[in-house]
T-cell receptor, first 113, second 110 residues
Framework: ETGVTQSPTHLIKTRGQQVTLRCSSQSGHNTVSWYQQALGQGPQFIFQYYREEENGRGNFPPRFSGLQFPNYSSELNVNALELDDSALYLC????????????FGPGTRLLVL | QQQVKQSPQSLIVQKGGISIINCAYENTAFDYFPWYQQFPGKGPALLIAIRPDVSEKKEGRFTISFNKSAKQFSLHIMDSQPGDSATYFCAARSNYQLIWGAGTKLIIKP
């Protein structure tokens, strides 16, 4: 186990709704990255947070937003949900100076109907 | 240019055999190349990683071979075991961001 936890494990929402996913980092890690993994595909980088600031962003629209808290835990918020948002959402924690070594949580499986 | 191309999409290997997964990239700014292993229902887990100034790295049964001039790198799993059956992802880092391959589903037949 990596020590990275995510909640909830599963979630069902309807199109147009908003969702908040949560992540607790591994102890000592100051950086959190969020990924979207569609079925049968590799993870797609959404964004990264370091010291409560967004430190990089992938090709995702502004309705995907995030927060990092002083204890390095993090939230991913998605507004105006679309059917294509159905995926596994992964949170990974790391040290900013070792960002290639990321420790992943088990993910949150989101289904949008 | 930010893509990492991974092949094959799926691979079946007999127990005890060698599993080989290949990746190719275009962006010469990539500075770190990890491989992740993912089991169903779990998040990816770091398996082994290499920097572009090294041509080979070995950890137990797992070896990365890196060819900087060809912009290719590969994962070799020696003496493959049924417990190695999983999906494997190569990745490359640029500006703190990991770019991932599409994954290879590996099945080891007993």
């Amino acid at each position: 186990e990596t020590g990275v936890t995510q909640s909830p494990t599963h979630l069902i929402k309807t199109r147009g709704q908003q969702v908040t996913l949560r992540c607790s980092s591994q102890s000592g890690h100051n950086t959190v990255s969020w990924y979207q993994q569609a079925l049968g595909q590799g993870p797609q980088f959404i964004f990264q947070y370091y010291r409560e600031e967004e430190n990089g962003r992938g090709n995702f629209p502004p309705r995907f937003s995030g927060l990092q808290f002083p204890n390095y835990s993090s939230e991913l918020n998605v507004n105006a949900l679309e059917l294509d948002d159905s995926a596994l959402y992964l949170c990974a924690s790391s040290l900013v100076e070792a960002s290639g070594t990321q420790y992943f949580g088990p993910g949150t499986r989101l289904l949008v109907l | 240019q930010q893509q990492v191309k991974q092949s094959p999409q799926s691979l079946i290997v007999q127990k005890g055999g060698i599993s080989i997964i290949n990746c190719a990239y275009e962006n010469t700014a990539f500075d770190y190349f990890p491989w992740y292993q993912q089991f169903p229902g779990k998040g990816p887990a770091l398996l082994i990683a290499i920097r572009p100034d090294v041509s080979e790295k070995k950890e137990g049964r797992f070896t990365i071979s890196f060819n900087k001039s060809a912009k290719q790198f590969s994962l070799h799993i020696m003496d493959s075991q049924p417990g190695d059956s999983a999906t494997y992802f190569c990745a490359a880092r640029s500006n703190y961001q990991l770019i991932w391959g599409a994954g290879t589903k590996l099945i080891i037949k007993p």
